[in-house]
C-alpha cells in the first residue's frame, strides 16, 4: 500500500460526514474498551510488577515496545468496528498525546529526585498515578467534548489557549518548578499528617498509633496534580483531530498507559532533548491554528498525521545529532 492509497483509506467517510467522523458506539464497545485497560492494569500490577524492584533499561525498552504495540494495535479494532477515518482520529490523537505527555515524564523524574523515592518504589507510586489519570481524562473529555457541543465558540478559546501555550514554552522558563515551592505541597503537608519516613512502598504508615502519610503519598498527589495541568494542554489539542469521546478517550488512555515505561527509559535524558520542547510548540500551535480554523477550513486527518510525526521526529533528530556534536 502506498502512501497516496493509506491516506485515502484513513480519509474514508464512517458513519457519518462533516468535518469529523460521527460514530455509532453501542454500550458493548465502551465495555470491551474499559475491560481491556482495566486487565492490562491489573496484569501489569499482579503479575510484572507483583514485587517491588528497581526497572532496568532494558525491561524499560521492552515494556514501552509493548506499550506502544498494544496501542497501535488498538488502531486495528478501530478500523474494523468504525472504518478507516476513526483509525486516522485514533492515530492523530495517540501521536498527539504521546509526544505531549514525554515533559510529564520529566516532572515526574524531578519529583522523585525531589523526595528520594528508591527506583524500586517507583513504579508503584506511577501505577496508581495513571489510574488516577485515567479516570481524570475521561471527566476532561467528556466534559470537553460537552461544551464544544453546546457552545461553539469555546473553540476558539481552546485553540487560543494551545497558541498561548506554545509560546510559552518557546519563550517562557525551560526549567520545571521546584517542588519544595509548591503551594499544592504545603496544603498536603498541613491537612493531611505526614511523616519523612519511607514505609516500603506503602502510601500510609503507623508511628506511635497514629496513622500517617509517607512521602510517596505526597509524590502521588503531586503526580495527579501536574497531570491535570497537562491534560488542560493535551485534552483540548486531542479534540482539534476527533470530536469523538470514544475515540479521544481509547487514544488518550492507550498513550498515558505506556507512560510509566517511558519514564524509566528517559528519565535521566531530559538534557538530551535539545529541541524536542520547540518541537512539542510547534505541535501545539498547529493545532490551536487547526482548532480556530475549522469553522473555514478543515485539515484532513491524514495531514495533521504527517505533520504531527514530521515535527516531532526532526525535533528528536536535531537532538540526536546535537548530543553527538554534529552541526
Not at 127 to 138: E, N, Y
Not at 232 to 250: G, N
Not at 287 to 297: L, Q, R, S, T
Amino acid at each position: 500500500m502506498n502512501l497516496a492509497s493509506f491516506g485515502s483509506l484513513l480519509g474514508a467517510e464512517s458513519g457519518g460526514g462533516g468535518n469529523f467522523v460521527v460514530l455509532d458506539v453501542e454500550p458493548w464497545h465502551w465495555t470491551v474498551l474499559v475491560g481491556l485497560i482495566a486487565a492490562l492494569l491489573l496484569l501489569d500490577l499482579l503479575v510484572f510488577h507483583r514485587e517491588a524492584h528497581e526497572i532496568t533499561t532494558k525491561e524499560a525498552a521492552l515494556e514501552s515496545t509493548v506499550w506502544i504495540s498494544i496501542g497501535v494495535s488498538f488502531s486495528l479494532v478501530v478500523l474494523w468496528w468504525f472504518g478507516g477515518a476513526a483509525t486516522g482520529e485514533y492515530f492523530s490523537g495517540y501521536l498527539i498525546e504521546k509526544s505531549l505527555s514525554v515533559d510529564n515524564v520529566f516532572v515526574w523524574a524531578l519529583l522523585m529526585s525531589y523526595f528520594k523515592v528508591p527506583p524500586k518504589y517507583q513504579h508503584r507510586v506511577l501505577f496508581w498515578g495513571i489510574f488516577g489519570a485515567l479516570v481524570m481524562r475521561a471527566i476532561f473529555i467528556f466534559a470537553g467534548v460537552a461544551l464544544i457541543e453546546r457552545f461553539d465558540w469555546i473553540l476558539y478559546v481552546f485553540g487560543a489557549f494551545l497558541l498561548f501555550t506554545a509560546a510559552r514554552m518557546i519563550f517562557g522558563d525551560k526549567e520545571h518548578a521546584d517542588p519544595a515551592n509548591s503551594r499544592f505541597l504545603k496544603v498536603i503537608n498541613r491537612v493531611v499528617p505526614s511523616t519523612d519516613k519511607l514505609d516500603g512502598p506503602h502510601l500510609f504508615t503507623k508511628e506511635n498509633g497514629k496513622r500517617l502519610a509517607t512521602p510517596l503519598f505526597a509524590v502521588l498527589l503531586l503526580v495527579e496534580a501536574t497531570d491535570v495541568i497537562f491534560a488542560v494542554d493535551s485534552v483540548p489539542a486531542v479534540l482539534a483531530v476527533s470530536r469523538e469521546q470514544f475515540i479521544v478517550f481509547a487514544s488518550n488512555a492507550f498513550a498515558i498507559l505506556g507512560l510509566r515505561a517511558l519514564y524509566f527509559l528517559l528519565a535521566d535524558m531530559h538534557a538530551r532533548f535539545h529541541y524536542l520542547q520547540q518541537g512539542l510548540a510547534i505541535i501545539l500551535a498547529f493545532v490551536g491554528v487547526k482548532m480556530i480554523i475549522a469553522e473555514w477550513y478543515h485539515i484532513p486527518t491524514f495531514l495533521s498525521l504527517v505533520i504531527i510525526a514530521i515535527v516531532l521526529g526532526i525535533s528528536i533528530t536535531l537532538s540526536i545529532r546535537k548530543g553527538k556534536g554534529e552541526p
